[in-house]
């Protein structure tokens, strides 16, 4: 499960209560790029309202006055 912290066990790598074993450093950086897309996309923050980050971001850069720059001459 994504929230459950890591764990290493003589060479053997896993997830905490979980079936997932991984056999090399490629399953493991498959299995961390998985959890940080979840924590970036699709987990709900409460402090933020209920939404993912990536929401609340795009949000607060949509909100920001346009700044117009001068063309130069």
């Known amino acids: 499960m994504p929230w459950q912290k890591p764990s290493i ?3 053997r790598l896993s997830w905490s209560g979980t079936k997932d074993r991984w056999t090399g450093i490629n399953d493991l950086e498959i299995a961390v ?5 979840w924590y970036n996309h699709r987990r709900l923050h409460g402090e ?3 939404i993912p980050p990536v929401e609340a ?3 607060y ?3 920001l ?3 117009k720059t ?3 001459v």
């Open 65 to 67: 006055p346009v700044i």
């Open 61 to 63: 850069y949509s909100n």
């Open 33 to 37: 790029s998985e959890y940080i897309d």
């Open 70 to 72: 001068m063309e130069r």
């Open 9 to 11: 066990h003589f060479s």
């Open 48 to 50: 933020i309202g209920y």
């Open 57 to 59: 971001e795009a949000n």
